[in-house]
């Protein structure tokens, strides 16, 4: 047993780095690059923004669904020290449990985060198609629906979580982040492609119907089309879209690619572009900066 360990060691540094089948030197170096920025970005506009809407003191329910998405933001910033000192030190040190709870926190702060995007775009398009008169929604509404999204996304993803992420990877007491032989299981695809043809669809459906009502509000109000908050809340939807798009999408659409031909070609490279689309869903965390610096107000 001890000749075991000794013989394991360097492979898990060394060989790990060499292996097609993990995240090679270049492609540890270029995700803590992207995790750092979200870090120092993610937290201060979390804490700036969340300074802001407590001095305001709204209790609007598109604030409060805001809220919402600080607090996952948040939750993404505190695990992101863990990813990072795998990176660095080149060896998982804090259980295989633990791995499997951080790995999959990146993906619990995308979705919860689409959700409540979409949460907030949807209710703005309501009220302007007059289906949600603005005057009956209260705070204690936005607050229902905000513990609803929440229970009902931690059961599927605990069911998820506990049947499934990682249950199919052989546990490693020193590497961390690889579930690429999950793929091999038609339980996990299908999972995979559900959420992508959901998130597709819902992006490019809700994206047309965003363009029109942004162009009718151009015509109706111009000229001074910008001192009216009504296409100014249509332009913070429009900017969420941009977000899920720029952030969201890039993963998405590379994984239906992944999943088709990575058993067929196992190379570090196509490892490297799979991490980076998931690294990149947490630069949304920068989105509060974008609020913060002006770009959307």
């Not at 795998?86 to 985060?113: A, D, N, P, Q």
């Not at 289906?131 to 059961?155: D, N, R, T, Y």
């Not at 913070?236 to 952030?247: D, E």
Request: proline residues 2%; glycine residues 4%.
């Amino acid at each position: 047993m001890e000749i075991y360990n000794i013989t394991i060691q360097p492979s898990v540094s060394n060989g790990a780095a060499e292996s097609p089948a993990h995240c090679d030197d270049h492609c540890r170096k270029v995700l803590a690059t992207l995790y750092s920025i979200v870090l120092l970005g993610g937290t201060a506009g979390t804490i700036i923004m969340s300074r802001v809407l407590l001095q305001r003191n709204s209790q609007s329910i598109i604030t409060i669904l805001i809220a919402n998405i600080i607090v996952l933001h948040s939750i993404l910033l505190v695990s992101l020290p863990f990813r990072l000192s795998y990176y660095f030190l080149l060896e998982w040190k804090f259980g295989w449990f633990t791995c499997r709870v951080i790995s999959s926190i990146v993906y619990i702060h995308m979705y919860f985060t689409f959700v409540f995007y979409v949460t907030i775009i949807v209710l703005r398009l309501l009220i302007y198609f007059k289906k949600l008169p603005l005057q009956e929604l209260q705070k204690f509404h936005a607050i229902a629906l905000s513990v609803a999204i929440w229970l009902m996304g931690m059961l599927i993803f605990s069911l998820i979580f506990l049947f499934q992420y990682g249950t199919h990877t052989d546990p490693s007491q020193h590497l961390c982040f690889q579930f690429y032989e999950e793929l091999r299981h038609t339980s996990v695809v299908v999972i995979n492609y559900c959420m992508i043809s959901i998130i597709m669809v819902t992006v490019l459906v809700l994206s047309v119907i965003q363009l029109v009502v942004i162009m009718q509000l151009t015509k109706r109000l111009r000229p001074g089309v910008f001192t009216h908050q009504e296409f100014r809340a249509h332009i913070n939807s429009f900017f969420f879209l941009v977000v899920i798009v720029v952030c969201f999408l890039p993963h998405h659409a590379f994984r239906v690619f992944f999943i088709q031909v990575y058993f067929q070609n196992e190379t570090s490279k196509l490892l490297l572009y799979n991490e980076v689309c998931v690294a990149l869903t947490t630069v949304c965390c920068l989105d509060m900066l974008c609020f913060i610096g002006g770009l959307v107000h």
